[in-house]
Nanobody
């Protein structure tokens, strides 16, 4: 079992950048497919990005493609989400998630472990 803790959220103006981090404990993240999801008030949780075990394969939601970058450092047991050109519609609670197995997925129901979330607010 792995425990996940997100950090790095905050308030930023539109066009700005933030870097989210996800620190894992209990088991090494190299054992998991990792993903980022987000949930805005009144909306369902949605997929943002996912990364393979080795980090050589990534996949992004169309809404963030070209602006967000997911990365992982298995030696440090961390996963990051670099967010640039932020927009007010990116405002949400961002969650880090871990999935057992080898297949990448964009479905939240396929992920086994979740962090508590970190708030990102983008002002216009």
């Amino acid at each position: 079992q792995v425990q996940l803790v997100e950090s790095g959220g905050g308030l930023v103006q539109a066009g700005g950048s933030l870097r989210l981090s996800c620190a894992a404990s209990g088991r090494t993240v190299s054992s998991y497919i990792m993903g980022w999801f987000r949930q805005a008030p009144g909306k369902e949780r949605e997929f943002v990005a996912t990364i393979s075990w080795s980090g050589d394969t990534t996949y992004y939601a169309d809404s963030v493609k070209g602006r967000f970058t997911i990365s992982r450092d298995n030696a440090k047991n961390t996963v990051h989400l670099q967010m640039t050109s932020l927009k007010p519609e990116d405002t949400a609670v961002y969650y880090c998630a871990a999935r057992t197995g080898w297949r990448m997925s964009t479905f939240s129901t396929d992920y086994n472990y979740w962090g508590q979330g970190t708030q990102v607010t983008v002002s216009s």
